[in-house]
Structure formats: C-alpha cells, structure tokens
C-alpha cells in the first residue's frame, strides 16, 4: 500500500487569448476526495482519512467565502472494496449548485476508507463536471497516495488541455521519494506537507489564481528599448515539451500598448519573433495569477528595392537574395523588386538576381527609417540562330570578359539583361573548327530591346 499523503490542487481555466481582461466572473472549485483503503493508515496520530477531512474542511471554508463561488465534490475509491478495487471507481457525488456547501461537508464527513487510487481518470473525468466553460474552473485533489491503476497526472492534465481545459497542480507531500517528485514535475509544483506555512502560501496562490488570471505581454522593443514594434508574428515554445504552443500576431490596443495574452502558466516558455532575422527571448517562467512582461529587442526598419521605372517590365519577376554583412553566406530573405520589407537593424548585403547579378555590399537599415535601393531596369535580348549550336553571353568589366548565360540549341532565344557592354559568341555543331566561331558585341539599355543574329 501506499505511505505517502499529499494533495494535488488544481487550476484550470478555458482559455481566452488577445482581448481585454474580462470582468470578474463565477469561480467554480470541484474537490476531488480521495476515500482508498490506504487512508486508514496512521499519520502523526491520527489516521490519514481523519487529517484529510480536516484539511478539506479549512479548504472548504476558506475558498467559499467569496459569494461568486460554487463547490461540486467528487470522490473515488469509495464504493467498490480493496480488493480488487475498481479503476472506474470515481463519481460527481455532488454537483455545482447555490447553497451546497453543507452537503458536500455531509458526505465527506461519512466517507470511509474503501478502495484504490485511480487519479488519471478522476482528472479525465473532472473535465465533465464543468458545464460552464466561462467559468474560473478549480480542481483540488486531497489523496494520499499516487496512481494506483496505471494511469498517468501528465497525461490527464494534456487530455484536459486538449479541451480547452488547463490545470496546474500543486503537490503537497510527506515522505515523498525525489523519484516520486520527479513524477510530478509535469503537472505541478511540490510543498512539503509538514511545513506549518504550506496551507497558508497554497491558498494564497489559489486565491490570487482565482482572482487574477495568468497573463503576458510581449513587448518588442526597438533602439530606445521602447514596445513600439509590432505586426509580427511570434511563437510560444514550450521549452520542456520541445514543441510549440501558441502562435500569435503581435498587436499594439487603442492605448499603443503590447495586447495582453492569457497564458497556461504551467510550462517554462520561449517566445519567437518572426521578425528577419528572426529573434527570441530568454526562457521565461509565468507567476500564477499575475502579469509578466517578456521583452524582445527587435528594431527594425525597411528595406525597399526598387526597378527604376520604364515602359516595360523586363525585370519584373527578379528576386535579391539578402544576407547579413557578418561573413556568414546563408541566405536570410529572398525579396522581389518593387517591395518593401523590415529588417532587423544593421548593415546586410544584397546579391538581386538579374543578369549579370548585381552585387551590393554594406546596405544600412536602421530604426524606424526606409532605405531604397534602385536597380536599372533591364533592356532585352533576343538571339536568333540559324542551327543548332552552342555559344555565351559575356559581359564586358573593367577590360575584361564575365560570363552571364549559355546559349542553347533552340533558334529563339530572349533574355532580360542589365544595362551594359556585352559579347555574345556562338558556334554551329555543323562546323566542326574553333575559327568558325562567331562573335556578336551589342549593348543593352534599360527598357530597350535588341535583336542580335548568326549565319554560317
């Protein structure tokens, strides 16, 4: 048998994410009594049904005190005999209901020691009891022993998230093993039963929970360390999970400020700015019942590129790859001509894709300000070949030749190219000497198009 006592005590609440804290709305305690055989055993002179009964009942009075209040009362282990026990042996023995209070006092008063422990599945079920999901939802759980029936807290509490419901246990233990804490730091945080303060600091955090929801807001900061960044997206991580739980857009309210976020304030978070490059805050640990603030420096301005303007849009589709000025290659964007984009402040480099590329180094953004990049707008090309055969565009820099582009096989060939000096070179496969190759100088103006020719 067992020959622990502790009691989980649970929060949980549906949910509500970016909209204004809402008024102060009906609180809802479900106490969940644990009547398994093993609270026959003896604690400290007294057997452990007894202290538990006196525990619930100071519980009891203190969180009904406030008149938006309603109390239900579930119990299991209490109607099938250790053993066998039964598994399933958890039932709403009092329902929510005005003026209630003495009748769950009645029947926990006659509860006696009868089955097992099935802790899972009185969570699970739990979920059932709440019929209001606007409510503030609390679960306490007075037992004194862990899953007797192969179930698993951790996995309640995610069914239990999965509907919307979330609930952080607090542990309240004596004797416990730390392989047994170790069990529950997925639920909940653990309080030593025999500390004489423990029921005063837990019903102070269930109070304060039950009269402040968690809450969080996410400040991105710019230069001057103010929250005047928005309109980005952003990702709570669940560090111990390695998963995400939240996405949201961040938003500034009618008042210019960060919008708040009701928060599960159970895991350990890391939140993400999909801001590029993208940044991250340090690990943050909500309090219970209060407001965190989680700063993020992201200041940002923009980057435009544009294709200056003519008659065409030879260049239209050409992307730039835009990288970092710190000697790291990776591509951090790819961005299209005519369009705007903010960047992180500081100095990056741009490779635009034209033809030939167009390479420009130590590009400034800084706070709050535009810069623009303007690239000439292509002229085009178009080749025509009598045969099959192969062959270059090359550009003329400084003296010397760069390649651009082949030529291929087919007799019509357009390309869109910078404005410059170029050669083109080209030989049929029917000539099988290098002198029949032939050469082409030409030179491209933006918005111009110009047709160049070979014959054998």
Same mark, same amino acid.
């Given at each position: 048998?067992?020959?622990?006592f502790?009691?989980?005590?649970?929060?949980?609440?549906q949910?509500?994410?970016?909209?204004?804290?809402?008024?102060?709305?009906?609180?809802?305690?479900? =106490?969940?009594?644990?009547?398994?055989?093993?609270?026959?055993?003896?604690?400290?002179?007294?057997?452990?049904?007894?202290?538990?009964?006196e525990? @619930?009942?100071?519980?009891?009075d203190?969180?009904?005190?406030?008149?938006?209040?309603?109390?239900?009362?579930?119990?299991?282990?209490?109607?099938? &005999?250790?053993?066998?026990?039964?598994?399933?042996?958890?039932k709403?023995?009092?329902?929510?209901?005005?003026?209630?209070?003495?009748?769950?006092?009645?029947?926990?008063r006659?509860?006696?020691?009868?089955? #097992?422990?099935?802790?899972?599945?009185?969570?699970?079920?739990?979920?059932?009891?709440?019929?209001?999901?606007?409510?503030?939802?609390?679960?306490?759980?007075?037992?004194?022993?862990?899953?007797?029936?192969?179930?698993?807290?951790?996995?309640?509490?995610?069914?239990?998230?999965?509907?919307?419901?979330? %609930?952080?246990?607090?542990?309240?233990?004596?004797?416990? &093993?730390?392989?047994?804490?170790?069990?529950?730091?997925?639920?909940?945080? @653990?309080?030593?039963?025999?500390?004489?303060?423990? =029921?005063?600091?837990?019903?102070?955090? #269930?109070?304060?929970?039950?009269?402040?929801?968690?809450?969080?807001?996410?400040?991105?900061?710019?230069?001057?360390?103010?929250?005047?960044?928005?309109?980005?997206?952003m &990702?709570?991580?669940?560090?111990?999970?390695?998963?995400?739980?939240?996405?949201?857009v961040?938003?500034?309210?009618?008042?210019?400020?960060?919008?708040?976020? =009701?928060?599960?304030?159970?895991?350990?978070?890391?939140?993400?700015?999909?801001? #590029?490059?993208?940044?991250?805050?340090?690990? $943050?640990?909500?309090?219970?019942?209060?407001?965190? #603030?989680?700063? $993020?420096?992201?200041?940002?301005? &923009?980057?435009?590129i544009?294709?200056?303007?003519?008659?065409?849009?030879?260049?239209?589709?050409?992307?730039?790859?835009?990288?970092?000025?710190?000697?790291?290659?990776?591509?951090?964007?790819?961005?299209?001509?005519?369009?705007?984009?903010?960047?992180?402040?500081?100095?990056y480099?741009l490779?635009?894709?034209?033809?030939?590329?167009?390479?420009?180094?130590?590009?400034?953004?800084?706070?709050?300000q535009?810069?623009?990049?303007?690239?000439?707008?292509?002229?085009?090309?178009?080749?025509?070949?009598?045969?099959?055969?192969?062959?270059? $565009?090359?550009?003329?820099?400084?003296?010397?030749?760069?390649?651009?582009?082949?030529?291929?096989?087919?007799s019509?060939?357009? %390309?869109?190219?910078?404005?410059?000096?170029?050669v083109?070179?080209?030989?049929?496969?029917?000539?099988?000497?290098?002198?029949?190759?032939?050469?082409?100088?030409?030179?491209?103006?933006?918005?111009?198009?110009?047709?160049?020719?070979?014959?054998?």
């Amino acid at each position: 048998m067992k020959n622990i006592f502790f009691i989980f005590i649970a929060l949980t609440w549906q949910l509500a994410a970016q909209r204004p804290a809402p008024p102060k709305k009906t609180t809802r305690v479900l =106490f969940i009594f644990d009547a398994s055989k093993s609270m026959v055993t003896k604690f400290e002179g007294k057997t452990r049904m007894e202290g538990a009964k006196e525990l @619930f009942y100071k519980l009891l009075d203190t969180l009904t005190r406030d008149k938006n209040t309603l109390v239900a009362l579930r119990m299991y282990g209490h109607t099938v &005999s250790y053993p066998p026990g039964d598994c399933k042996d958890s039932k709403l023995v009092v329902p929510f209901a005005a003026g209630n209070k003495e009748l769950i006092r009645q029947k926990v008063r006659e509860a006696k020691p009868t089955g #097992i422990t099935p802790i899972e599945h009185s969570l699970t079920e739990a979920a059932n009891d709440f019929k209001d999901p606007n409510s503030i939802n609390i679960v306490i759980i007075i037992t004194d022993g862990i899953e007797e029936c192969g179930g698993d807290p951790c996995a309640a509490r995610q069914k239990l998230m999965e509907k919307g419901i979330v %609930f952080r246990p607090f542990v309240i233990g004596i004797g416990l &093993s730390p392989a047994n804490i170790k069990t529950f730091e997925c639920v909940g945080d @653990f309080f030593q039963f025999e500390d004489s303060e423990t =029921f005063g600091k837990v019903t102070q955090i #269930i109070q304060q929970q039950r009269m402040n929801r968690t809450t969080a807001q996410v400040n991105l900061l710019d230069e001057r360390g103010y929250p005047s960044e928005t309109n980005v997206a952003m &990702s709570f991580d669940d560090v111990s999970r390695k998963a995400y739980k939240y996405n949201y857009v961040h938003t500034l309210n009618e008042q210019g400020n960060p919008d708040t976020l =009701f928060l599960d304030d159970f895991p350990t978070y890391r939140v993400t700015a999909y801001t #590029i490059p993208q940044k991250q805050s340090d690990l $943050i640990k909500l309090v219970p019942g209060r407001h965190t #603030i989680i700063p $993020i420096n992201t200041p940002q301005g &923009s980057l435009r590129i544009n294709r200056r303007e003519g008659p065409f849009s030879f260049n239209e589709k050409v992307k730039c790859i835009v990288r970092l000025a710190d000697g790291n290659k990776s591509t951090l964007h790819v961005q299209r001509l005519n369009t705007g984009e903010r960047y992180i402040t500081g100095t990056y480099e741009l490779e635009v894709l034209t033809l030939p590329r167009t390479y420009i180094n130590a590009v400034d953004v800084q706070q709050s300000q535009v810069r623009t990049i303007e690239i000439a707008s292509a002229g085009q090309l178009t080749v025509r070949v009598p045969s099959q055969g192969d062959g270059c $565009i090359l550009v003329k820099r400084d003296n010397r030749l760069e390649w651009v582009a082949n030529l291929t096989a087919q007799s019509i060939q357009t %390309f869109y190219l910078q404005p410059g000096k170029y050669v083109a070179v080209w030989r049929s496969r029917n000539l099988k000497g290098s002198i029949y190759t032939i050469e082409r100088p030409f030179e491209i103006v933006s918005d111009q198009p110009i047709t160049i020719g070979f014959t054998q």
